[in-house]
Protein backbone atom coordinates (compact mmCIF):
# COMPACT_ATOMS: atom_id res chain seq x y z
CA UNK A 1 0.00 0.00 0.00
CA UNK A 2 1.13 3.33 -0.56
CA UNK A 3 0.79 6.45 1.11
CA UNK A 4 -0.18 9.39 -1.01
CA UNK A 5 0.52 12.89 0.59
CA UNK A 6 -1.24 16.17 -0.54
CA UNK A 7 0.16 19.37 1.35
CA UNK A 8 -1.66 22.41 0.87
CA UNK A 9 -1.99 25.47 2.23
CA UNK A 10 -5.37 24.59 4.71
CA UNK A 11 -5.44 20.69 4.56
CA UNK A 12 -2.79 17.98 4.38
CA UNK A 13 -5.06 15.21 1.90
CA UNK A 14 -3.87 11.25 3.13
CA UNK A 15 -4.72 8.81 0.80
CA UNK A 16 -4.01 5.35 1.39
CA UNK A 17 -3.89 3.41 -2.18
CA UNK A 18 -3.49 -0.19 -2.34
CA UNK A 19 -2.81 -1.14 -6.76
CA UNK A 20 -4.34 1.85 -8.04
CA UNK A 21 -7.38 1.82 -5.71
CA UNK A 22 -7.85 4.17 -3.32
CA UNK A 23 -8.89 2.63 0.09
CA UNK A 24 -8.70 5.61 2.51
CA UNK A 25 -8.62 9.38 2.55
CA UNK A 26 -8.12 11.39 5.72
CA UNK A 27 -7.60 15.36 5.72
CA UNK A 28 -5.63 17.05 8.75
CA UNK A 29 -4.81 20.72 9.14
CA UNK A 30 -1.37 22.56 7.67
CA UNK A 31 0.53 23.71 10.55
CA UNK A 32 4.22 24.73 9.66
CA UNK A 33 5.02 25.29 13.58
CA UNK A 34 4.70 21.14 14.21
CA UNK A 35 7.83 19.04 14.30
CA UNK A 36 8.34 15.83 11.92
CA UNK A 37 7.89 13.95 15.40
CA UNK A 38 4.84 15.37 15.69
CA UNK A 39 3.36 15.04 12.32
CA UNK A 40 4.87 11.01 12.53
CA UNK A 41 2.60 10.64 15.51
CA UNK A 42 -0.66 12.08 13.88
CA UNK A 43 0.11 10.08 10.76
CA UNK A 44 0.18 7.34 13.06
CA UNK A 45 -2.92 7.99 14.70
CA UNK A 46 -5.15 8.48 12.12
CA UNK A 47 -4.26 5.10 10.61
CA UNK A 48 -4.07 3.28 13.92
CA UNK A 49 -7.76 4.86 14.48
CA UNK A 50 -9.00 3.29 11.40
CA UNK A 51 -7.33 0.23 11.71
CA UNK A 52 -4.58 0.30 9.37
CA UNK A 53 -0.60 0.22 11.07
CA UNK A 54 2.45 2.07 9.30
CA UNK A 55 3.93 -1.48 8.44
CA UNK A 56 1.36 -2.49 5.49
CA UNK A 57 3.23 0.86 3.25
CA UNK A 58 5.55 -0.19 1.02
CA UNK A 59 6.00 3.32 -0.54
CA UNK A 60 4.72 7.12 -0.38
CA UNK A 61 4.66 10.16 -2.48
CA UNK A 62 4.47 13.50 -1.89
CA UNK A 63 3.16 17.01 -3.10
CA UNK A 64 3.31 19.83 -1.70
CA UNK A 65 2.84 24.09 -2.30
CA UNK A 66 3.85 24.77 1.34
CA UNK A 67 7.69 24.51 1.41
CA UNK A 68 8.56 25.02 4.69
CA UNK A 69 6.47 21.34 4.90
CA UNK A 70 8.47 19.29 2.69
CA UNK A 71 11.00 18.36 4.55
CA UNK A 72 8.91 17.78 7.82
CA UNK A 73 6.42 15.57 6.66
CA UNK A 74 8.71 13.86 4.03
CA UNK A 75 11.10 13.31 7.81
CA UNK A 76 7.71 11.93 9.27
CA UNK A 77 7.39 9.87 7.08
CA UNK A 78 10.66 8.30 6.98
CA UNK A 79 10.25 8.59 10.77
CA UNK A 80 7.45 6.66 10.92
CA UNK A 81 7.76 3.79 7.85
CA UNK A 82 11.35 3.91 7.21
CA UNK A 83 10.51 4.86 3.38
CA UNK A 84 11.79 7.65 1.60
CA UNK A 85 9.38 9.49 -0.23
CA UNK A 86 9.44 10.43 -3.85
CA UNK A 87 8.52 14.62 -4.01
CA UNK A 88 6.55 15.97 -6.74
CA UNK A 89 9.26 18.25 -8.34
CA UNK A 90 10.59 18.92 -11.49
CA UNK A 91 13.01 16.37 -11.28
CA UNK A 92 10.56 13.16 -11.15
CA UNK A 93 8.50 12.10 -14.34
CA UNK A 94 5.17 12.97 -14.70
CA UNK A 95 3.86 12.31 -18.27
CA UNK A 96 2.54 15.71 -18.53
CA UNK A 97 3.70 17.84 -21.24
CA UNK A 98 3.61 21.50 -19.66
CA UNK A 99 3.64 24.30 -22.06
CA UNK A 100 3.48 27.44 -20.32
CA UNK A 101 6.19 30.04 -20.17
CA UNK A 102 8.54 28.90 -17.05
CA UNK A 103 7.19 25.09 -16.61
CA UNK A 104 9.24 25.00 -13.46
CA UNK A 105 6.59 27.45 -12.00
CA UNK A 106 4.15 25.05 -11.71
CA UNK A 107 3.36 23.85 -8.22
CA UNK A 108 3.11 20.26 -7.49
CA UNK A 109 -0.90 19.77 -6.84
CA UNK A 110 -1.19 21.42 -10.05
CA UNK A 111 0.81 18.33 -11.81
CA UNK A 112 -0.64 15.73 -9.76
CA UNK A 113 -4.21 16.86 -10.47
CA UNK A 114 -3.46 17.20 -13.77
CA UNK A 115 -1.83 13.80 -14.08
CA UNK A 116 -5.00 12.64 -12.02
CA UNK A 117 -6.91 13.83 -14.82
CA UNK A 118 -5.63 12.45 -17.82
CA UNK A 119 -5.39 9.26 -16.22
CA UNK A 120 -9.29 9.11 -15.90
CA UNK A 121 -10.73 11.77 -18.43
CA UNK A 122 -10.48 12.17 -22.61
CA UNK A 123 -8.74 16.03 -23.15
CA UNK A 124 -9.30 18.76 -23.69
CA UNK A 125 -10.09 19.12 -20.18
CA UNK A 126 -10.93 22.26 -17.71
CA UNK A 127 -10.00 21.31 -14.20
CA UNK A 128 -11.64 23.69 -11.52
CA UNK A 129 -9.87 23.42 -8.12
CA UNK A 130 -11.55 24.62 -5.53
CA UNK A 131 -9.38 25.10 -2.22
CA UNK A 132 -7.38 27.92 -0.46
CA UNK A 133 -7.54 29.42 -3.63
CA UNK A 134 -9.06 28.75 -6.81
CA UNK A 135 -7.73 27.53 -9.73
CA UNK A 136 -9.03 26.61 -13.26
CA UNK A 137 -6.91 25.45 -16.02
CA UNK A 138 -6.51 23.34 -19.17
CA UNK A 139 -5.52 20.35 -20.71
CA UNK A 140 -5.62 21.14 -24.51
CA UNK A 141 -6.72 18.04 -26.90
CA UNK A 142 -3.30 16.64 -26.99
CA UNK A 143 -3.29 16.48 -23.40
CA UNK A 144 -0.24 19.31 -22.53
CA UNK A 145 -0.54 21.85 -19.79
CA UNK A 146 -1.03 25.42 -21.57
CA UNK A 147 -2.44 27.33 -18.59
CA UNK A 148 -5.31 28.72 -16.62
CA UNK A 149 -6.05 31.07 -14.28
CA UNK A 150 -5.95 31.61 -10.44
CA UNK A 151 -8.41 33.38 -7.96
CA UNK A 152 -9.16 33.98 -4.33
CA UNK A 153 -10.78 30.71 -2.82
CA UNK A 154 -13.82 30.81 -1.86
CA UNK A 155 -13.31 30.15 2.43
CA UNK A 156 -10.53 33.24 1.79
CA UNK A 157 -12.58 35.71 0.04
CA UNK A 158 -15.65 35.76 2.70
CA UNK A 159 -13.20 35.57 5.46
CA UNK A 160 -11.57 38.68 4.32
CA UNK A 161 -14.61 40.24 3.74
CA UNK A 162 -15.46 39.05 7.50
CA UNK A 163 -12.15 41.03 8.53
CA UNK A 164 -12.22 43.98 6.28
CA UNK A 165 -15.58 44.95 7.40
CA UNK A 166 -17.85 45.61 10.38
CA UNK A 167 -20.82 44.57 10.12
CA UNK A 168 -21.07 41.50 8.43
CA UNK A 169 -20.32 38.05 10.22
CA UNK A 170 -18.46 35.13 9.00
CA UNK A 171 -20.56 32.56 7.06
CA UNK A 172 -20.19 28.67 6.42
CA UNK A 173 -19.96 28.36 2.46
CA UNK A 174 -23.48 26.50 1.39
CA UNK A 175 -26.37 27.76 -0.69
CA UNK A 176 -29.36 29.28 0.18
CA UNK A 177 -32.79 29.01 -0.56
CA UNK A 178 -32.62 31.76 -3.33
CA UNK A 179 -29.87 33.76 -5.41
CA UNK A 180 -31.64 36.92 -4.39
CA UNK A 181 -31.83 36.85 -1.09
CA UNK A 182 -33.15 39.00 1.44
CA UNK A 183 -31.39 38.89 4.87
CA UNK A 184 -27.27 39.84 5.32
CA UNK A 185 -26.14 36.30 5.94
CA UNK A 186 -28.14 34.60 2.94
CA UNK A 187 -27.45 37.43 1.13
CA UNK A 188 -23.10 36.23 2.11
CA UNK A 189 -23.80 32.84 0.98
CA UNK A 190 -25.62 33.58 -2.00
CA UNK A 191 -22.15 35.41 -3.40
CA UNK A 192 -20.07 32.60 -1.95
CA UNK A 193 -21.91 29.79 -3.53
CA UNK A 194 -23.91 30.78 -6.78
CA UNK A 195 -21.33 33.80 -7.61
CA UNK A 196 -18.67 31.71 -8.04
CA UNK A 197 -20.42 28.82 -9.81
CA UNK A 198 -21.62 31.18 -12.14
CA UNK A 199 -17.81 32.85 -12.37
CA UNK A 200 -16.95 29.10 -13.38
CA UNK A 201 -19.32 28.30 -15.53
CA UNK A 202 -17.99 32.40 -17.23
CA UNK A 203 -14.46 31.60 -17.33
CA UNK A 204 -15.05 28.14 -18.91
CA UNK A 205 -16.86 29.65 -21.85
CA UNK A 206 -13.39 32.30 -22.30
CA UNK A 207 -11.66 28.94 -21.98
CA UNK A 208 -13.44 27.11 -24.86
CA UNK A 209 -13.29 30.34 -26.85
CA UNK A 210 -9.96 30.55 -26.81
CA UNK A 211 -9.39 26.92 -27.51
CA UNK A 212 -12.15 26.84 -30.10
CA UNK A 213 -13.91 23.74 -29.04
CA UNK A 214 -16.14 22.05 -26.19
CA UNK A 215 -14.14 20.43 -23.34
CA UNK A 216 -15.31 18.34 -20.68
CA UNK A 217 -14.79 20.01 -17.12
CA UNK A 218 -13.65 18.33 -14.30
CA UNK A 219 -14.23 20.22 -10.36
CA UNK A 220 -12.22 19.06 -7.76
CA UNK A 221 -10.64 20.52 -4.42
CA UNK A 222 -11.68 20.50 -0.92
CA UNK A 223 -14.85 23.70 -1.64
CA UNK A 224 -16.02 21.78 -4.88
CA UNK A 225 -18.83 19.98 -3.21
CA UNK A 226 -20.24 23.18 -2.12
CA UNK A 227 -20.28 24.89 -5.66
CA UNK A 228 -19.82 22.56 -8.74
CA UNK A 229 -23.76 21.49 -8.18
CA UNK A 230 -24.75 25.00 -8.82
CA UNK A 231 -23.03 25.89 -11.77
CA UNK A 232 -24.99 26.09 -15.27
CA UNK A 233 -22.36 23.82 -17.17
CA UNK A 234 -22.09 20.09 -17.17
CA UNK A 235 -19.50 19.57 -14.23
CA UNK A 236 -18.00 16.60 -13.00
CA UNK A 237 -17.35 16.12 -9.69
CA UNK A 238 -14.26 14.08 -8.66
CA UNK A 239 -12.81 14.76 -5.34
CA UNK A 240 -9.86 11.95 -5.90
CA UNK A 241 -8.10 13.69 -8.91
CA UNK A 242 -5.14 14.51 -6.91
CA UNK A 243 -4.60 11.16 -5.18
CA UNK A 244 -4.19 8.96 -8.57
CA UNK A 245 -2.19 11.89 -9.78
CA UNK A 246 0.12 10.57 -7.33
CA UNK A 247 -0.68 7.41 -7.57
CA UNK A 248 0.57 7.32 -11.26
CA UNK A 249 3.45 9.51 -10.57
CA UNK A 250 4.82 7.25 -7.66
CA UNK A 251 4.37 4.11 -10.40
CA UNK A 252 6.58 6.44 -12.72
CA UNK A 253 8.92 7.30 -10.48
CA UNK A 254 9.68 4.42 -7.91
CA UNK A 255 12.84 1.54 -7.91
CA UNK A 256 11.32 -1.84 -7.81
CA UNK A 257 13.73 -4.53 -6.86
Known amino acids: MVLA???????????????GTITHVYRMSSDISKTSDEYAVEIRGILEFHGLTHEILSGAVVSCVVPPLTGVITRAVKLLTGIEAIVVSSGIKTGLNILIDDPGQLGGDMVATAVGALGT?????????????????VLNKSGSFI???IMPG??????????????LPRVPIEAPLKCISSNTVDC?????TYATASMIDGMADR??????????????????????????REIVHDPDLILRGLWIMYEKNSVRS
Open 121 to 137: YEPPLIIVDLGTATKMY
Open 147 to 149: GGA
Open 154 to 167: VSLSMSALAAGTSQ
Open 188 to 192: MKSGA
Open 5 to 19: IDIGNTNIVIGCIES
Open 207 to 232: FEAELGERAAIIATGGLSEAIYRHCK
